[in-house]
């Protein structure tokens, strides 16, 4: 199943959710093999404050600050323990033409690192920033968690 930007799936038992190519957007691949349950979410910007108030209509999760909480409620619903998810970050990307000041992948990097930080939440493997998009999925069949890059081998927890 196909995760799209800007949401979450939460599965449990069996089942595979990925990612289209991430570029600037963050998805944060969570998975608790003892419970059976994981999710992905990807998230597009780092803070509600960027949109204007006239954009009423944008999902919470589509934005970093306001996401998180609720993916991570949506792992416990299914039965996931927080303390035992394995959590990979992926994303992030920085198109090389861009100019640094339009770095939306780093800032979106560097939001999801200050919400884990905030909220404890360490021991995650990350693999975000660099010029080129990845793909991530989340396998509960295999209890496998795989990063796909157009310049890198696959990697796979």
């Given at each position: 199943m196909i995760v799209e930007k800007g949401t979450y799936k939460v599965i449990k038992g069996k089942g595979l959710?990925?990612?289209e190519s991430l570029g600037s957007c963050v998805a944060v691949a969570a998975l608790d093999k003892k419970a059976q349950v994981g999710g992905l979410w990807i998230f597009v910007l780092p803070a509600s404050k960027i949109l204007s108030a006239s954009n009423n209509g944008t999902e919470p999760t589509f934005f970093a600050d306001e996401g998180l909480d609720k993916?991570?409620?949506a792992l416990e619903e299914n039965g996931a323990d927080l303390g035992n998810l394995q959590i990979v970050v992926v994303g992030g990307a920085r198109f090389l033409e861009a100019p640094t000041v339009f770095d939306l992948g780093g800032l979106n990097a560097s939001m999801i690192r200050k919400?884990?930080?905030?909220k404890g939440i360490s021991g995650y493997e990350e693999r975000l920033g660099g010029p080129f998009p990845r793909r991530v999925s989340l396998d509960l069949s295999t209890g496998k968690i795989v990063?796909?890059?157009s310049e890198e081998e696959e990697e796979s927890w």
């Open positions: 959710l990925e990612s993916f991570l409620t919400l884990f930080k905030d990063i796909k890059s």
